[in-house]
């Protein structure tokens, strides 16, 4: 069974074998946390005890989350609110060690003045996470400098303005001068990044140099038009002027208010924000001669086997060794081109499967035009998936997102050609939608086989569903609507892929085709990404293997392999998670026969917000045994 690695792995975990490695350390605490309290005099404890003592953990957890949100007024402003409203995160690592420290006292606090035993279910959950996180976080803290600044999906240079122009919502003149204020602000922190990314050059820490010239070309686009120079307006003097406008036209400044934020904004840019962009574009055009033309994995990094597999114990939150994860992938491959081949039949096309990749991958029908109006009507296509779909979403799940989705293309800026589609959550309050980003500066890098399934996988039922209810939740502590672990949250939207066909979804062959390419693509992201960053393929030797197995365009493929190679282990999450849940789910139906409820085991797996994969496992255990006991 193809599943047998990955069950034989949570048994060892959730099983509550005593492990002492260090690299085991995150996993080991699932089971400490547990066996450190000794339960009390007297027997079990009352339900009405439980609720109470879960009730107090609860209202520890939410003070210590708000104690932590106030670390981040980014964070603060992708939640929907407007403390710190003028400032941007202190991104030295000075206060990514302060933080630290913090969270480590507050597991102190937790041991020292919580009973587990006292606790119920939905408390012991919520008490086992927050030393998880914390345990994440300290085992990650040796290989900080080992991160890089930047790579294929972005870095500061882009994802700084990037949160200016979509997350400082601009209300009132107070909100426009704490934008203003913010230029400055991230000024600051692309100098605290460019600060780390010296310090970790100087260790022989670089990524491939296709890297800098990424970011190089990232900031140039920001710095480029007025008022820096010529042309058109920048990103963010345009972004402001849109917003001084707004203000100016809803009646809430006048015209002399206008032209002074303006005026303050022009200064901002030109006086701080464009030196540190300079400052930031000449260290990279200086050291870019120091990176490895010949792109090499992690594995040729100081320490870069166990950075390796720190990653990987990050993005799957198991104990799994790359060699695992490597067999696994190519087991998966295997049995996903048995997939291909029944559907190459179905549509009758001679040739081998290979043949039908280069079909799939290069005839004109299955692409739309490179043009403004081949954009809309593949933008306008997606929403119909979505449309779709949601109808038949209360048939498989009791709870349902609130937020709302939009679909739209990526900011000109930081658009990449063949760049993955991704999802931005909205705000909690549903103020700000949810929404699903797509590159669209290259059409011949969407094949419409593809299309239908990221949809899916983005918007509903996958990212935007799993994230909004999250965020949506109540009735527990608030650090657990906004928890991030990646193998869940990557797994779920993978699952949901799958979750389509079975609600009636792909009724197109060639699409089909393209769920069952995207299923591929995150198997073969298994092989790849070990075999880059643990066995010293090239890679060239991953583009091959790539186009060998799938029909994804070969922009998308370079891409993907450029990715994986500046974020180590990420890409393994996905099909791991997927495999987890598909497991879960298998054997809550194998146990509970007729009793099994599809909605409920959804609503189980979503109920919680993203855990580890080991208390994801726990949690699906404990809602059977509750269902067998009536």
Avoid at 5 to 11: E, P, W
Avoid at 105 to 127: C, H, I, M, P, R
Avoid at 176 to 199: F, K, N, P
């Amino acid at each position: 069974m193809r599943k047998a690695l990955l069950s034989l792995v949570i048994a060892s975990v959730i099983g509550g074998c005593q492990q002492s490695e260090e690299p085991k350390q995150q996993n080991e605490q699932l089971d400490s946390g547990t066996a450190q309290v000794v339960a009390p005099a007297g027997g079990e404890q009352t339900t009405q005890d439980q609720a109470a003592e879960t009730a107090r953990l609860g209202q520890w957890l939410d003070e210590r989350y708000e104690e932590e949100l106030q670390f981040s007024p980014m964070q603060l402003s992708y939640l929907g609110r407007k403390e710190q409203y003028d400032k941007i995160d202190d991104m030295s690592k000075a206060e990514s060690e302060r933080q630290l420290a913090w969270k480590a006292k507050t597991v102190e606090e937790l041991k020292q003045n919580f009973a587990y035993d006292k606790l119920s279910d939905a408390g012991k959950e919520s008490y086992d996470l927050w030393i998880f996180q914390y345990e994440q976080e300290k085992a990650g803290q040796p290989f900080w400098d080992h991160a890089y600044f930047a790579g294929e999906l972005g870095g500061p240079e882009a994802s700084l303005p990037t949160f200016l122009i979509n997350q400082h919502k601009v209300d009132s003149a107070e909100d426009m001068q704490a934008y203003i204020a913010r230029i400055g602000g991230v000024s600051r922190a692309l100098g605290q990044r460019l600060e780390r990314a010296q310090d970790s050059a100087k260790k022989g820490i670089r990524p491939p140099r296709f890297a800098y010239d990424l970011a190089i070309e990232r900031a140039q686009n920001v710095i480029t038009g007025q008022p820096f120079g010529e042309g058109d307006d920048a990103p963010l003097l345009a972004d402001a002027k849109g917003k001084i406008e707004t203000l100016k036209k809803d009646g809430k400044i006048d015209d002399a208010t206008a032209k002074d934020l303006l005026a303050q904004t022009e200064a901002a840019l030109t006086g701080e924000f464009k030196p540190s962009y300079d400052a930031y574009i000449a260290w990279l055009n200086e050291d870019r001669t120091n990176a490895s033309e010949e792109a090499k994995g992690a594995s040729s990094l100081p320490d870069g086997d166990a950075f390796y597999d720190s990653r990987l114990a990050v993005y799957t939150t198991l104990p799994l060794s790359a060699e695992d994860v490597h067999q696994l992938g190519l087991k998966e491959v295997a049995r996903i081109r048995k997939e291909m081949e029944g559907i190459k039949e179905q549509v009758n096309f001679e040739g081998s499967l290979p043949e039908f990749f280069t079909f799939i991958r290069t005839d004109d029908q299955f692409y739309y035009p490179n043009t403004d109006e081949g954009r809309k009507e593949y933008l306008a296509e997606t929403q119909g998936f979505l449309d779709d779909i949601e109808k038949k979403l209360p048939e498989y799940f009791g709870i349902l997102p609130k937020a709302g989705l939009v679909v739209k293309r990526v900011e000109a800026f930081r658009e990449v050609p063949g760049g993955a589609q991704h999802y931005q959550p909205g705000t909690p309050d549903g103020s700000r939608p949810g929404t699903y980003y797509v590159h669209m500066s290259d059409m011949s890098a969407l094949s419409t086989t593809d299309m239908e399934t990221v949809t899916y996988h983005e918007g509903n039922p996958g990212h935007h569903m799993q994230i909004s209810i999250a965020q949506e939740l109540e009735g527990i502590p608030k650090f657990r609507t906004q928890a991030h672990f990646t193998p869940y949250i990557e797994g779920w939207a993978l699952y949901s892929e799958a979750l389509a066909k079975e609600m009636g979804q792909f009724r197109d062959p060639y699409k089909d085709f393209g769920r069952l390419t995207a299923e591929m693509w995150r198997a073969i992201r298994l092989v790849v990404d070990t075999g880059m960053h643990a066995k010293g393929w090239s890679q060239e030797q991953a583009v091959e293997y790539f186009l060998e197995n799938s029909a994804i365009p070969e922009g998308a493929v370079r891409s993907e392999v450029r990715r994986y190679l500046t974020l180590p282990g990420q890409a393994t999450s996905y099909k791991i998670g997927m495999l987890k849940i598909q497991e879960l789910r298998a054997k809550a139906e194998q146990e509970l026969g007729d009793q099994f409820d599809i909605r409920a085991f959804h609503d189980t797996v979503l109920g919680g917000g993203a855990l580890p994969l080991p208390l994801l496992e726990k949690r699906v255990n404990t809602w059977i045994n509750s269902v067998k006991q009536g």
